[in-house]
């Protein structure tokens, strides 16, 4: 069964930048699947942030990250990145990365999940 770690998550003042990484492990590689990345605040539902397809050829954003945060994968490494520039204190969440057949921002049909890492964004 593909399992995930995600890393990278810290404390970043506001206009800082970070690059989260989603690792597979168990035996298994990311090759085959779709990687999204998703956040979730206290007290909120779990949101999508970044999304890559299988090929790695397209990327999806919303409009609250497009422009700052860039996906990519390198599927050798069995890895997929999130770079976050120009951070603002509401990207502030617990950030997980999922494998799925399709790249979605919605987390519904994504069937493995990262245990999640902490990112805060504070002056």
Known sequence: QLQLVDSGGALVRPGGSLRLSCTASGGFGLAGYAIGWFRQAPGKEREG??????????AFYPD?????????????KSTVY???NTLKPEDTGVYYCGAAQFPSLRPGGYDAWGQGTQVTVSS
């Open 82 to 84: 999130l770079q976050m």
């Open 64 to 76: 609250s990250v497009k422009g700052r945060f860039t996906i990519s994968r390198d599927d050798g």
């Open 49 to 58: 942030v970044a999304c890559v397809s299988v090929s790695g050829r397209e």
